[in-house]
Structures are given as structure tokens and as C-alpha cells.
């Protein structure tokens, strides 16, 4: 191993020139911990003239990034290009059929094509690294796969999407609308110019859905991932959750229940006082829960060029020191097959909100509509406003089966006395 | 690697007994996860028929540990006898030079022969793991060693004992005295019938040691940490510490400083709605400050069978997978050696108490003193008791420089109208 790892890097927007830096600027430090060089030997992106403040000149240059794969000075590709198919997932399957080591931050193609790119690589005793797709900076991938691998994992959840969490943290301490917070982020550079993949909880489930096998050692299974986004939260539920005592996150969780793995990412009230109500801005973080370790909770920056540098480049490293694992901490070949659990089976509490209007029975009414469900409430809330405005009805309801709950909330919705959508927030008790 | 990895387990303690129960329960798991068994060939422990709740009539016994080290049928040896000299040092040193992989839990023995060990396995080509000697479950071991490695770290801290964060929340949570919550966590298992080793701060200063040659590459070097322990806290300074804003938390710290390395465990005031402010009773949390990944957080249990047994059998894995890193990172042979920074140069805020006559001119005195040293008052807080009752005067200073803080301290202890001894505690904006 005294030879220099050759690097071949295929795309070269924030987070691969970032990896560039890291890897210029940290020659010396990277050096002693691998007792090898970490050396770029060639690049490819899409264009070449492009200024993007790092010196490429000494990095042979490939317009096209499957090149890379078959460039016989290029020991492991780092796939920085995105996109759950096309030429990201052409160039991964390639370099590593070629017997060349892969490391990318790519989740959307792990999420969809992860177990069998897993087999290609275990296939071809290459490595298989992907530590920057999964919550940026922190080592979680690392953790589950071999910090923890001594427990069966009950459960794992985290805050996966630093973009949403800015946006409900800034309303929270601002009071401010989504839409408000949300065109603010996109000034900031928190929220792309076409947000849908962050705001509607896909990039989560993506996250999610990795962790899930990491966890559980089984297929990679993102079309069993329940998810909703956060468009939908409004001012008024965030100033209810407080007075309430809860605050509300998107909240990305798989479980082991009687049902089955149950996947699920959707805006959570969660308790004030739990670690991951504390988790603001654009930090993530990700509790995992083990049979014999118990609750560990990890936190950090989920994106960014430097904490997705730092990731790409502990994969480098452990590939240049000749460190590998199975790409989802066991192999392939030895996955369980556990059955998906539905949503509709999923069990817990709820928080509801009805706008009605004001006048004698109404509250009858939706008691009634909730009792036939059998979905029990805990506690109520009604203010009166103003004479003639609708008034809000909060309710929190004891542990209910998620199908009875969407049928109950659907029938109210329907009554006359009650105006425009309900809403509905899960409450998890962590 | 598809024969089995034979173990030999030294020292039957909780946490032996642990490791025992998860390798036997776990079997299943273990082969999948390193495809190959993880075999308990042999133990060794100080009384062979203690019943210990766990059959070992399977494994050979050994009344001398030394033995494990001569055994050919062991391929590793598991260290959990504990101490920093006499057995279980030989063992270790015995083990490595027989070309055996070493995993321990022992923090005592690394903090003292850390770098001459990591030596003799780097020169025998074995492993030398031991996650399970820092912050117990918490995988941050290997988190600084692999996880975090493409960073330079500027600081890494933490709640590195369980037994002090015990009895300092139990403390706040109380009003309780120091002594009167010490004696119901020893009656409660969470202290040690000789408790010194963890309320002095050694044990927090053998782990932070450790910390600190994962995070900079240097030699362990417990001769430098600064340690104080938490007797001296009382439940007044709690109080103060709440009604300004902060918690009192042991912490243990290691920060690159223009003077060097500065190393040291002491209790701290830290601000109120940090993270590291809301880790309660047993849990420990480290928090590690990259150049690239900047502030990642790492929490869980830090001691008890479950979460030790979980850190040393992912030891074990990765000995099983073929997984080796150089036990400090990089090779002792490319170690730093940075200076060791002086305490009495450590720069940084400071709560003071002192208990005074009620009379004019005391505040003139202390004020006096203060100003010779050049140590500048933030904020103050006097508060008049019964009429002839010593009086606490509570200060908040700005930034100075610890051995003029020293001084100050020692020379108003010295007044006339200073009854007891000054309390002191640093302050912490993390």
C-alpha cells in the first residue's frame, strides 16, 4: 500500500470542488493517516472552462465521466454527478464492474439501485462508500455499520433534511408562513431554486431509506417509504405545539413493529425536552437505538462542501488504508427479507385541528364521527375568536390505527361545520 | 477469513460477563455481519466457580490470563481486567508481541502506555481496538479515528463520566448536597464504593487523553491533562449557576491554543441551552470541532454491561472483517509532538463566590485585589442574608488569564473578611 491511491472525481459542482480542496489542501495530514498519498489523477465535468476556484491543471481531464472507468491510472472513482439513473449510475455500475472502488454521495441512487449496486461491488471485492449521502458530515453510515454492529437495531430516526429544519425552525422563532420562510431560504442558499425534492420529503426518504438497510440488514426499499413534506405546516400548528409542548420536525423513522419494518418521514410533533427538539437549523441528526448499546444519538452539519468533503474523504481514506465492509454492513447474500409494514397499520397519537364554525353541536358532532372510529382523545383545546370568524379546534388523541385516524379526520372534514382541510400532525413520543 | 475467530476473553466482570452474553445471544448476527463465527475459545478470570450467570463450561479455562497470550488456539484477546499496570499490562504487551489482535476496554492502561503499546502492535501487524475505553457505547473512537479523519481538529470535549454527570444533575434536579447524593448513587450502583477514581476526575482524564492523540496524532499524554473533580461543587454554586444562565457540567477538554496542546478536566459552567448542557444523569456526549465537517456531537451511555459489551464486539468485527486501523489513526512513527500548553496560560472566564462580612469597604477590598491582577468583573451579584451571616459575593469575570486568576483568588482568600475558601469555577462558551 506504499503506492498512492489514483482518484478519479466525476463531478465538479459545490461538494466535488470542495473534495478537491480537502484533498489539496490536507495532502500532508492525509499522507500520515493512510501512509500512502490520496492523489486526484483525473477529472470530469461537464464543462471544462467553467471557473470554479481550484487549479485543475494538473488532473487529467475526461468530458466524459464513464471515461473514468476506464481509465487504467484511476484506482476508485468518487461519483459526485447526482441522479437516481443516467450517467451517474452508468459510471458507478462500470467502474465498479472494472474492479475499481467507488465512493459517492449520491442517495437517490442508492435509494433506488443500492442493494443491487451493492451486489456488483461485493461481486468485484471493491468498496462500495457512501458516508456524504446520508446526513452530510456525520459518520452515521460508518456508525451503523460497524460502531453499533454488534446490536439488532430497533429503531433509527433522525432530522435527515437541514432545508426543512431551517424552514420550521425560522418559523418557529419567527412565526412567520412556509411560504415566507421558504422564498427567504431560497435567497439564503438553504433551499434550491425547485425545492419539491427537499420540502416534499424525498430527499429524506432517500436518507431513509439507506439507513433502513443499514440498520436491518436488508433490501434497500425506498418504494415502502411513507412520506409527506412540510408544505403544509402552517403558523398556527407551530404556535399550538409549543402552548402544547411539543415541537414539530420533519422526522424521518424505520421501527421494527409487529407488522413489519415500518419506513416513514412526516412532520412530527415531538416533546420539547427530547434531544431532537433542540436540533435547529440546518443540523441534522440521527438517534439510533440498539439492543445492548441503547439510545446513541448522533449531530452535525448534513450539508455543505466542507462536512460532504469530510465524508467523501473518510471513504477515501479507508479505501487507501485497505479497510472494507459490506456496502450495508452485511452482505447482500445474507440480507433478511423482512415484510414492509403499511401505513395504515402504524399505531400512535395524534394532533388534529378543525376550523368550525361557531355554533351549539358542532363539538358534538366530530365527538361523534371520532367515537365510531373508536379514536379516544386525550385532551381539547377551543378558543373562541371573534364573532363570526371559524374557530380552531385542537385535539390530541390516545395511541389510534392509523387507517381509523385518516378515515375519522376524512369524515369531519366533510361536515358542514367544518371549513376548509383538517390537519393532521403525528405525535411521537421519543 | 472463513474460519472462526477464536477469542479469549480476560476478566469476568460486569462488562466481561456482558461481552459473553452478546457473543453467545448475538451468534447468528455476528456470522452475518463478518461472515465467519466469533468463537469464545477460552477465559481467564480470578475465581473459576463464582457463578456468574452465564455457562462456560464450553470455553478452556485459564487461571493465569497470561496464558490467553500462549494460547494457539486464540486468535485475539479480549482485555478486561482493568488497571494501568501489572496484569493486565502484561497481558496486553504478551499478546500483541505473540502476533495476536488486542481489544481492550482499559482507559487507565492507554492513558499511561498508549503509544508505547500502539507501537508493539504496529509492529507486530495486529490490531489494538478499544472503543469501548472512551464513552463507553458511544462509537467515537472510531468516529475521530476513521470518521472524522480528512479533518484537522481544533477541539474535541465532552461528559466523559457518568458517575460526576450523575451526580451533578441529581444535584441540580435536588438541591441536594454533594455528599448526600454521592452516598445514594453508590447505594444505586452508579458510584464505586471507593468512588475517587471518577469523582476526582482521573478517569474523565485517562479518557481524554486518549481523545486527545485520536484528534491531533501525538502521544497519549496523561502527564499534562489539568484535572480537578467535582467534590468542591456545592449545592449554592448550583443555584448561582442556574439563576445565570448555566449548568455545571464536568468537562473534559482538548484544544490545539497558541501555547500547544492544552489538556484538562474541571467542573464547568456552561451556557444553559448548549447541547452538551441538556446531557443528564449517565449519559456521556463528545463533541469533536473539525476544519471541514465543523461541529458534529456523539452521545449515549457511557458505561454498563450492554453499551461496553456493544463497543468492544465492534472491536471484534472489525478484527473479524480483515479491518485494521493504526490504534491512535496515524503510525506512531508519524505521531506530532506538539508542546503541552500550560494551565496557568489557559485564557477564559471564570464564576467566582466568596463569603463575606457584611461591613462597608469589603466589595473595595476584593474589588482591589482584582484590579491588581487585571482581572476585569463582568457581572456581580450580592444578595444581603440574615444580619450577622457571612455573605456570598458572586462574580462573573471577563476573559483572563488563569495563573492572574490564581492569585486574585488566593489573595482574597487571604482577607480578613473572606471567611472559607473561594470557589472558583471556569466558564465555558462552547
Known amino acids: 500500500l506504499s503506492d498512492s491511491l489514483n482518484i478519479g472525481i466525476a463531478g465538479l459542482g459545490t461538494v466535488g470542488v470542495g473534495v478537491v480542496k480537502l484533498l489539496t489542501e490536507q495532502q500532508a495530514l492525509l499522507r500520515d493517516k493512510c501512509g500512502r498519498p490520496l492523489n486526484i489523477a483525473a477529472v470530469s465535468a461537464r464543462s471544462r472552462n467553467k471557473d470554479r476556484g481550484v487549479d485543475l ?95 439488532p437495531i430497533s429503531r433509527v430516526y433522525g432530522i435527515l433534511n437541514g432545508t426543512c429544519n431551517y424552514i420550521l425552525t425560522t418559523m418557529r422563532e419567527t412565526g412567520r408562513d412556509f411560504g415566507d420562510v421558504l422564498a427567504e431560504a431560497q435567497r439564503l442558499g438553504y433551499a434550491e431554486a425547485d425545492p419539491a425534492f427537499d420540502i416534499d420529503g424525498v430527499d429524506a426518504a432517500h436518507k431513509l431509506a439507506i439507513l433502513t438497510s443499514l440498520a436491518f440488514g436488508c433490501p434497500v426499499d425506498f418504494g415502502h417509504v411513507h412520506v409527506e413534506g412540510v408544505r403544509d405546516v402552517s403558523a398556527l400548528d407551530i404556535e399550538y405545539a409549543e402552548e402544547l409542548g411539543y415541537r414539530i420536525k420533519l422526522l424521518a423513522m424505520a421501527s421494527h413493529t409487529e407488522h413489519g419494518i415500518e419506513q416513514r418521514v412526516h412532520p412530527c410533533m415531538v416533546d420539547a425536552d427530547t434531544p431532537i427538539a433542540h436540533v435547529d ?59 414492509p409494514a403499511a401505513m395504515a397499520a402504524h399505531q400512535g397519537a395524534y394532533y388534529l385541528r378543525f376550523m368550525v364554525q361557531d355554533r351549539p353541536g358542532v363539538l358534538a358532532e366530530l365527538a361523534g364521527v371520532l367515537r365510531d372510529e373508536e379514536v379516544s382523545i386525550e385532551s381539547l383545546l377551543q378558543r373562541s375568536r371573534s364573532a363570526d370568524d371559524p374557530v380552531p379546534v385542537v385535539m390530541i388523541t390516545h395511541e389510534t390505527r392509523e387507517d381509523c385516524m385518516i378515515r375519522a379526520v376524512r369524515a369531519i372534514g366533510g361536515l358542514d361545520a367544518v371549513l376548509g382541510q383538517p390537519t393532521l400532525i403525528r405525535i411521537e413520543h421519543l
Open 57 to 151: 491543471g494538473a488532473y487529467r481531464w475526461h468530458d466524459d465521466p464513464l471515461a473514468l472507468a476506464d481509465d487504467p491510472g484511476v484506482d476508485l472513482v468518487v461519483e459526485l454527478i447526482g441522479g437516481e439513473d443516467g450517467v451517474a449510475k452508468a459510471l458507478v455500475e462500470r467502474a465498479l464492474a472494472a474492479g475499481k472502488d467507488v465512493v459517492t454521495a449520491n442517495k437517490a441512487l442508492l435509494a433506488h439501485h443500492g442493494t443491487a449496486l451493492a451486489e456488483i461491488a461485493e461481486g468485484n471485492d471493491v468498496s462500495l462508500n457512501y458516508e456524504a449521502a446520508v446526513a452530510g458530515g456525520i459518520p452515521i453510515v460508518k456508525a451503523l455499520r460497524e460502531g453499533l454492529a454488534g446490536n
Open 281 to 339: 437549523g440546518v443540523f441534522n441528526a440521527v438517534v439510533a437505538e440498539g439492543a445492548y448499546v441503547g439510545q446513541t444519538v448522533f449531530e452535525g452539519q448534513g450539508a455543505g462542501a466542507g462536512p460532504t468533503a469530510s465524508a467523501v474523504v473518510a471513504d477515501l481514506i479507508d479505501v487507501a488504508c485497505g479497510r472494507r465492509a459490506a456496502p450495508f454492513g452485511v452482505s447482500v447474500t445474507r440480507f433478511k427479507r423482512p415484510d
